[in-house]
């Protein structure tokens, strides 16, 4: 059987996301805005696999510029795996792709998108990120498939040149577009 093709038009969001899971996962997919038990809190999304139930964020800007927002989503994500949860959150700084697809979500498709990865059509970089969501893109960047890692790599260049050095990337950070 050839892997789905999911076509996705235009910047990722969050109900894009949701769209192209549920087109992947029939029959498996739990909804949108879902709850855990032991906490009133939503996820953005949730599907289930091979047994285990995988609950999705899909993390815009504000989980990297607002230190209360970013101990929340610690806690929260806590409360998921003590569930006995898989947790996935998903950057906008990234695309869906077939390689982000396999990588966040273990799936196989084609996805049929032209949206490059990075800091494309945010004007909202990691200069304005707080200390803590400066840890958080660094982990995440590091964590990504290198051929991802090179694309956003490369869109921080491209705004450095664009808007400058101090208005894109904090100190710790510059390093990665040195290299």
Known sequence: ?????????????????SRALQQLLPGRWLGDQVCVPHSRQRWDMSYQSDGTTTVVEYDGDEHYRHSIKIKGDRAKDEVTRTEGYRVVRFPYWLQLDSVTLHHYFGLEARIQQSFPHGFITPRLFPASFCELGIERFRAELLAIPPSIREAVISSLREAVAEHGL???LPTSLVHLIDT
């Open 166 to 168: 101090q208005y894109v």
């Open 1 to 17: 059987m050839s892997a789905p093709i999911i076509k996705i038009v235009g910047y990722l969001t969050e109900p894009k996301v």
